[in-house]
């Protein structure tokens, strides 16, 4: 008669910390897959990155605010806005022409004709990407910034800043805004009439 040999233990048993670690990691997986999370850091994206490119359009344009405040600074009384908008039609600074032509100048391209092209670039295309309309071709335009910003004028500047917007606008672009857009409502509409044809 022979004896059954003793299963074989493993080298490392999983003990029930490892267990419940396992169990959070599933749980996050889960979270994280489901399409909510998706649409939340779509939408947190496309603000955020929004609000880069449209800060830097107000330092390129004369602006208006709105909702006026006085902050003391250094103990002198200096008016605020809560917001800045562009004055519409659009008027370049002149500084920002200054800038075009010695700072952030461009091959190819006059440096009036790359201000005007930079600041109408940060004009529409961040109110595309709030409103997730068009969004990736939005996302394109400004990653096509991004690069140029990149390659022609701070080519140091990758890792501190530059590499983050890409990879924000590149989320954009290949997931898409997630349901809180536009574009998923315009589609939505376009299969509801499809549907009733």
Known sequence: MTSTPAPARPLFPASGLLRHARAAHASAVQIASHPLAHDALGLF?????????WRSLLTKVDTFGVWRYTELINNFEVQKFHIRL????????????????????????????????????EFVLPILLVLGLWTRLAA??????????????FPDAWWQTHALWAAMLAYVLLQ??????????????????????
């Open 86 to 121: 562009p004055e519409l039609p659009l008027t370049l600074r002149p500084s920002t022409l200054t800038q075009f032509r010695n700072d952030f100048a461009l091959p190819l391209l006059p440096p009036e004709l790359a201000a005007w092209f930079a600041t109408l670039g």
């Open 140 to 153: 394109a335009g400004l990653l096509a910034m991004t690069l140029v910003i990149q390659i022609f004028v």
């Open 45 to 53: 994206m496309r603000l955020t990155i929004a609000g880069v490119f």
């Open 176 to 197: 898409g805004p997630g349901r809180a857009s536009a574009d998923f409502w315009a589609g939505k509409a376009a299969d509801h009439l499809v549907g009733r044809n």
